[in-house]
């Protein structure tokens, strides 16, 4: 797909060919074939180099069977290891692959996919791109990811991944969504692992780190000796991806949407991510079955759904914003772990309601509950000396 001269007719322009304006383009498409949609993805190609990741909770069964098609890996089960606890979790875990989005995204849209075309500024109702080409549409839709604002406090998972193929099978039976016994750095560190085939594994180094530098010679090292320890034999490094994700610490949502000028977004652009973990996924799939239902695809109508679903979704989630601030301020950076490895003392089911970001009072309570991992009084003059937004009932 290449860079389109001009455009006329468009209903609505998806700025930005990532995974929120893809899934909006797939469920458009289903469910109102009448609308003419584009998407203007500055890279190569629609969905980049990523893994996207989802826990079988996290989605409605109608939701989880349209997005079926996408879904390249499953497994029923997934594990924790901290260095003094280790869980099994007899919960689904599910995995897209940029790969196959893209694959099936230029089925079903062809032509309408244009590639290597940077924007340069958007209106409600109009995309200029970099070359001084003009897009006019009913509506626009921005997801080019997230953009740093004065109006947010974040954090950062950042990571570096690696997909190999081993000389012999590895042994991962199921994915390790957090393995925290590897030493402690920059922040709160894991390594993450899902086997994709008995001698094909995928191997991040993350952190939850105070900064956005990612030193990617650093983290392929780390990745280097996690293997060695391991034992496996690295028979080829099929490729590489990276991420640095926000992890919502506080701000103001509203101010947040007052900037975007009445445009509407997804995705991160439109603060849709869990606060805790990063995954952004559930959030765009229930984004684009909610613009999907609309019976008026106009850009006021575009701007004011997206707005309410994100300040919503914001509103009701200050309860992981409170623990992310517990997690980066109230002890030191390199005892991070701790306060995840108490959270999984917690039963499968509550694990999976917060995955989901669909907490009960009761859970909440239960997470605050015990032993606290942190000192009591750091933990009293993090939460004083913060700001708290959000609904934590």
């Keep these: 797909m290449t860079a389109m001269a001009a455009s006329n007719g468009v209903d ?17 498409a289903e469910m109102r074939p009448d609308l003419e949609v584009r998407i203007f993805e500055a890279g190569p190609a629609v969905g980049g180099n990523h893994t996207w990741s989802f826990h079988e909770g996290d989605l409605t069964s109608p939701e ?15 594990e924790v290891r901290f260095p003094n606890r280790a869980k099994r979790l007899g919960t689904g875990y599910r995995s897209v692959s940029s790969e196959e989005f893209r694959l099936l995204l230029e089925g079903r849209l062809g032509s309408r996919i244009h590639c290597g075309v940077p924007a340069r500024a958007l209106t409600p109702t109009s995309v200029t791109l970099d070359d001084g080409t003009s897009v006019s549409a009913a509506a626009v839709i921005d997801g080019r990811g997230h953009a740093p604002s004065p109006h947010m406090r974040l954090g950062f998972q950042k990571f570096l991944g690696q997909e190999i193929e081993t000389a012999a099978s590895h042994g991962v039976v199921r994915p390790v969504i957090m393995d925290a016994t590897v030493p402690q750095a920059d922040g709160y560190r894991f390594v993450y692992l899902l086997p994709l085939s008995a001698t094909r594994l995928l191997i991040e180094d993350t952190y939850y780190a105070d900064g956005a530098e990612l030193d990617r010679d650093r983290l392929a090292a780390s990745i280097a000796d996690y293997v060695a320890a391991h034992g496996w034999q690295v028979a080829e490094i099929l490729r590489e991806e990276e991420g640095i994700l926000p992890i919502a610490i506080d ?15 997804s995705g991160l652009a439109a603060g849709l991510f869990h606060p805790t973990t990063g995954y952004s996924l559930p959030d765009a799939v229930k984004l684009a079955d909610r613009l999907a239902a609309l019976p008026d695809h106009s850009a006021a109508t575009l701007h004011a759904e997206t707005r309410a679903h994100s300040v919503g979704a914001w509103k009701a989630r200050g309860f992981f914003r409170m623990l992310n ?13 701790r306060i995840l490895e108490h959270f999984y003392r917690l039963d499968a089911p509550l694990v999976a309601r917060f995955y989901a970001a669909r907490l009960k009072t009761r859970d909440k309570l239960r997470i605050l509950t015990g032993k606290p991992p942190v000192p009591f ?13 959000g609904d934590l009932a």
């Design 251 to 265: 701000g103001d949502i509203e101010a947040f949407w007052d900037d975007k000028s009445g445009v509407a977004a």
């Design 325 to 337: 601030r517990l997690l980066y301020f109230a002890g030191d950076a390199s005892e991070r772990y």
């Design 12 to 28: 609505i322009a998806l700025v930005g060919g990532g995974l929120a304006n893809g899934l909006i383009a797939w469920r458009l």
């Design 377 to 389: 009084g750091n933990a009293i003059r993090v939460l004083a000396r913060h700001r708290l937004t």
């Design 64 to 78: 989880h069977r349209w997005l079926a098609p996408f879904v390249t890996y499953a497994w029923p089960d997934n």
